[in-house]
């Protein structure tokens, strides 16, 4: 009798721990929010066009942008916005192929009130710099790599126009589906779905729960937008942390107390993933971004017992501090099987958790439809990717891996790290191989 119920305390106790906690943490979360966007989203409102619509300054920087730049300048001319009430700042901070002949180009062929200023390199030099030569009444920044949709500038702007409290705002960033569509090896091109699937998702979900309660995490650097009477009561753009973009949503939202929200109409199309290599350095260059900026604005608010008033303590428990455990339990659940856990049980919990992160997918699928039905061609493509939501969580999993290997290369360097998942997975093997070797040395 005993025996059965230390085994019955023992089966419970993993269950509590290995379920329960991301139940409570991630998925019913995620269950309630995406009821909220879905009836929040029921009947969108339009917003009307002005009498007189304000002059603009749209910032490009460059850096090496010869095959990208021409067509991002040409989605500029294209909007739908009036192109006589555009500015355009490319800020050039030490290209060394032939983007100022794309730039020339651009400007013999569009005609567009663009000037090209030099800067000093990174991203955030060239940002602050083209912010104090703008003159537009809204200031919005663009990747050089990357392409508006038609309506997106008039859609940002209509933004600030009918809701004065709003002094900045995320435009919703996508991969651009023709490129996925053409992608023709099958490995690349599921890591590509996937992350189309991730981007809209976490841009016509995730953010635009964060938007409703003022919460947003981070304006995402491809596309902002800012009123230019906010962004020059700011620091500017801070130069010495990866997340710049991360640390001036931080700026105007707590040091200034204004709104920043997310334009979910207003889209804008970079190019997909080019492979396992760049998503590994992409999200260690986030997580880097990300812990830097919390460090900075969390030194007096980074205790359990903010958990519930500070949205940033939670937003670190659950995106990083779980990432731990995450990883932890995995490699307990080959241990537990030596202290006689039932690998049915074992397999069981996993297939019960990867199914509720499934139902998690589809919940957000049906949200980010809703907010597509404006964008015809958009909305018909993801809604062929449905079958994504099968495959998000292992993606996400592999992704939460990279950002803990990130997590783990802050804190014990202070440099960016820069090696590929090619280079870091071979450096890994050398180390186990030195380790079996020295073992062998060691029996004989």
Same mark, same amino acid.
């Given at each position: 009798?005993?025996?059965f119920?230390?085994?019955t305390?023992?089966?419970?106790?993993?269950?509590l721990?290995?379920?329960l906690i991301?139940?409570?943490?991630?998925?019913?979360?995620?269950?309630?929010?995406a009821?909220?966007?879905m009836?929040?989203?029921r009947?969108?409102?339009?917003?009307?066009?002005?009498?007189?619509?304000?002059?603009?300054t749209?910032?490009?920087?460059?850096?090496?942008?010869e095959?990208?730049l021409?067509n991002?300048?040409k989605?500029?001319?294209?909007?739908?916005?009036?192109?006589?009430l555009?500015?355009v700042?490319?800020?050039?901070?030490?290209?060394?192929?032939?983007?100022f002949?794309?730039?020339?180009?651009?400007?013999?062929?569009?005609?567009?009130?663009m000037q090209?200023?030099?800067?000093?390199?990174?991203?955030?030099?060239?940002?602050n710099?083209?912010?104090?030569?703008?003159?537009?009444?809204?200031?919005?920044?663009?990747?050089?790599d990357?392409?508006?949709e038609?309506?997106?500038?008039?859609?940002?702007v209509?933004?600030?126009e009918?809701?004065?409290?709003?002094?900045?705002?995320?435009?919703?960033?996508?991969?651009?589906?023709?490129?996925v569509?053409?992608?023709?090896?099958?490995?690349?091109r599921?890591?590509?779905?996937?992350?189309y699937?991730?981007?809209?998702?976490a841009?016509?979900?995730?953010?635009?729960?964060?938007s409703?309660?003022?919460q947003?995490f981070?304006?995402?650097?491809?596309?902002?937008?800012f009123?230019?009477?906010?962004?020059?009561k700011?620091?500017?753009?801070?130069?010495?942390t990866?997340?710049?973009d991360?640390e001036?949503?931080?700026?105007?939202?707590?040091?200034?107390k204004?709104?920043?929200?997310?334009?979910t109409?207003?889209?804008?199309?970079?190019e997909?993933i080019?492979?396992l290599?760049?998503l590994?350095?992409?999200?260690?260059?986030?997580? #880097?971004g !990300?812990? *830097?900026?919390?460090?900075?604005?969390?030194k007096?608010?980074?205790? =359990?017992?903010?958990?519930?008033? +500070? &949205?940033?303590?939670r937003r670190?428990?659950?995106?990083?501090?779980?990432i731990?455990?995450?990883?932890?339990?995995?490699?307990a659940?080959?241990?537990?099987l030596?202290?006689?856990?039932?690998?049915?049980i074992l397999?069981?919990?996993?297939?019960i958790i990867?199914?509720?992160?499934?139902m998690?997918?589809?919940?957000?699928?049906?949200?980010?439809?809703?907010?597509?039905? #404006?964008f !015809?061609? *958009?909305?018909?493509?993801?809604?062929?990717?449905?079958?994504?939501? =099968?495959?998000?969580?292992?993606? +996400? &999993?592999?992704?939460?891996?990279?950002?803990?290997?990130?997590?783990?290369n802050?804190?014990?360097?202070?440099?960016?790290?820069?090696?590929?998942?090619?280079?870091?997975?071979?450096?890994?093997?050398?180390v186990?191989k030195?380790?079996?070797r020295?073992?062998?040395?060691?029996?004989?």
């Amino acid at each position: 009798m005993r025996y059965f119920w230390y085994l019955t305390v023992r089966q419970m106790g993993f269950w509590l721990t290995w379920i329960l906690i991301p139940i409570i943490v991630e998925i019913v979360p995620a269950f309630i929010s995406a009821f909220i966007l879905m009836f929040k989203n029921r009947h969108p409102v339009a917003e009307p066009v002005p009498m007189k619509l304000p002059f603009i300054t749209v910032i490009v920087p460059v850096y090496n942008s010869e095959d990208t730049l021409y067509n991002c300048v040409k989605s500029i001319k294209e909007s739908t916005y009036p192109s006589n009430l555009i500015q355009v700042i490319l800020a050039d901070n030490q290209s060394t192929d032939n983007s100022f002949g794309e730039f020339a180009r651009a400007q013999t062929d569009f005609g567009l009130n663009m000037q090209l200023i030099k800067t000093k390199k990174g991203k955030a030099n060239a940002l602050n710099a083209s912010i104090y030569q703008s003159i537009g009444t809204y200031i919005i920044n663009i990747d050089s790599d990357g392409t508006l949709e038609e309506h997106a500038l008039m859609n940002v702007v209509l933004k600030f126009e009918n809701n004065l409290d709003i002094s900045a705002l995320t435009g919703t960033i996508l991969p651009r589906k023709d490129m996925v569509k053409r992608t023709k090896k099958f490995p690349l091109r599921l890591l590509r779905k996937n992350e189309y699937f991730e981007y809209a998702q976490a841009f016509l979900s995730g953010r635009v729960i964060e938007s409703y309660n003022d919460q947003l995490f981070t304006m995402s650097g491809a596309f902002s937008a800012f009123r230019k009477s906010t962004i020059m009561k700011t620091f500017m753009y801070d130069t010495k942390t990866l997340g710049e973009d991360t640390e001036m949503t931080f700026q105007i939202r707590d040091r200034l107390k204004k709104k920043v929200l997310i334009c979910t109409d207003a889209i804008f199309y970079i190019e997909p993933i080019s492979g396992l290599d760049e998503l590994y350095r992409q999200r260690q260059r986030w997580q #880097r971004g !990300e812990l *830097e900026v919390a460090k900075s604005y969390m030194k007096n608010d980074a205790s =359990l017992k903010n958990f519930f008033t +500070n &949205f940033l303590v939670r937003r670190m428990l659950i995106d990083h501090t779980f990432i731990f455990p995450k990883m932890i339990w995995l490699f307990a659940s080959f241990v537990l099987l030596f202290l006689r856990y039932s690998p049915v049980i074992l397999g069981m919990s996993y297939v019960i958790i990867y199914l509720l992160y499934v139902m998690v997918s589809m919940l957000n699928y049906a949200c980010v439809r809703m907010l597509l039905k #404006r964008f !015809e061609n *958009e909305e018909r493509f993801y809604a062929k990717l449905s079958w994504v939501a =099968l495959t998000l969580p292992m993606y +996400n &999993f592999i992704c939460s891996w990279f950002r803990l290997i990130g997590s783990l290369n802050v804190s014990g360097n202070e440099q960016w790290n820069s090696l590929s998942f090619k280079d870091e997975s071979n450096n890994a093997v050398k180390v186990v191989k030195g380790d079996v070797r020295n073992l062998e040395r060691n029996r004989n």
